[in-house]
């Protein structure tokens, strides 16, 4: 549970007196109130689930990105593969693009989930397959029972959108190259929970961020890491959400 904010007065209750405050300790109060309000400014407390990478190494991705004033739909997206569509990041989950962790005979979606759950069983006669295991939701913190609620369940998720890519520069680049960025098993694809992924949607940083507050650092890190790969742009405005998001991160030590 998020904890909420607090005043550090309590709450004052129907018909509840409230006894005077000596100059002093209002004096304090009110200092104390102000530097609250600044740590709040400046994204304090730095909090941030375990595993989150430390600042020190994702504020470089942050500083070499490109920065556009805005994103510009570009007509042509399609993204399915069916009869006349134009298919323009290839055919869904290939292991055929020379991605990360391509060419292994197993779709990219097989590969991303026996990665990211655990106590997962492979059947011999379809090793290709995932059966059961658990996930924590990189997102929200959920852990979930693939076992139980079913493999279907959970989505692959790209982190930076294919259609955001599309509309900030992936349009220029030829089929291949596409390809290779919608199945980066390392840096763009993380498995999580069908909910969150269908509200995520094709959402940017200034539209969406993860539901659990400490799992910003992750999700900027994940972010910026695809869009330096490619060299893709991020608008001024996810720059500004991913510049508070990293300030969660732990500090390097």
Known sequence: MTPQPRTGFGDLGPGRIVPPTAPRALGLAVAATLVLCLVVELGEPRT???????????????????????????????????????????????????????GNGCPTRHDVLARDLIGTTVDPDTPCTVHGGILTDPYTGRVVDAGRSGIRGIHVDHVFPLS?????????????????????????????????????????????????????????????????????????????VLDTAIRRCPRGG
């Open 164 to 240: 955001a890519a599309w509309d900030l520069g992936a349009w220029r680049w030829p089929p291949q190259r596409r390809a290779a960025f919608a199945n980066d098993v390392d840096r763009n694809l993380v498995a999580v929970t069908g909910s969150v992924n269908t509200t995520k949607s094709d959402s940017t940083p200034a539209e969406w961020l993860p539901p659990d507050p400490t799992r910003h650092c992750f999700y900027a890190a994940r972010y910026l890491t695809a869009a330096a790969a490619y060299d893709l742009p991020v608008t001024a405005a996810d720059h500004a």
């Open 48 to 102: 941030s689930a375990p595993g989150s990478p430390a600042r020190d190494r994702v504020a470089p991705l942050l500083a070499v990105v490109e920065v556009v004033p805005d994103r510009v739909p570009v007509p042509g997206y399609e993204r399915d593969c069916s009869g006349s569509s134009a298919c323009v990041f290839g055919p869904a989950w290939s292991d055929t693009t020379g991605a990360p962790g391509s």
